[in-house]
């Protein structure tokens, strides 16, 4: 699976997926996008985009994109806090449909 993590997300948490190709959105310089050019852009190339960003069904029409969407739910954004929940996050990733949002977390 191909999967990229949104900025709101620490680097830390790539290798913790493991069996999956995982990049950030920092390392593929799109970082400025904003969400709708950000899933144009992933859609070209990933599965799957992970992101903390509670707003981002709201705001964005998901249904039609070839791009799973899964979204964290966590204290915070701190890789002690992301750690519990990659047995999940891991499992949803198998299982995550495209054009839909799937929840991980608390």
Same mark, same amino acid.
């Given at each position: 699976?191909?999967?990229v993590?949104d900025?709101?997300?620490p680097?830390g948490?790539a290798p913790?997926?493991?069996?999956h190709v995982?990049?950030?959105?920092?390392s593929r310089?799109?970082?400025d996008?904003?969400?709708?050019?950000l899933?144009?852009?992933?859609?070209?190339e990933y599965?799957?985009?992970v992101?903390?960003d509670?707003?981002?069904?709201?705001?964005q029409?998901?249904r039609?994109?070839?791009l799973?969407?899964v979204?964290?739910h966590?204290?915070s954004?701190?890789?002690?806090d992301?750690?519990?929940i990659?047995?999940?996050?891991l499992s949803?990733?198998?299982?995550?449909?495209? =054009?839909?949002?799937s929840h991980? =977390?608390?």
């Open positions: 699976m191909r999967v993590l900025g709101n997300l680097r948490l913790l997926l493991t069996d995982v990049h950030t959105i920092h310089r799109w970082s996008l904003d969400d709708g050019a899933l144009a852009a992933c859609e070209r599965d799957v985009f992101t903390m509670q707003s981002l069904r709201f705001q029409n998901l039609g994109r070839t799973s969407v979204l964290v966590a204290r954004n701190r890789l002690s992301l750690e519990p990659v047995p999940q996050l949803v990733l198998q299982t995550a449909v495209r =054009g839909e949002v991980v =977390g608390v």
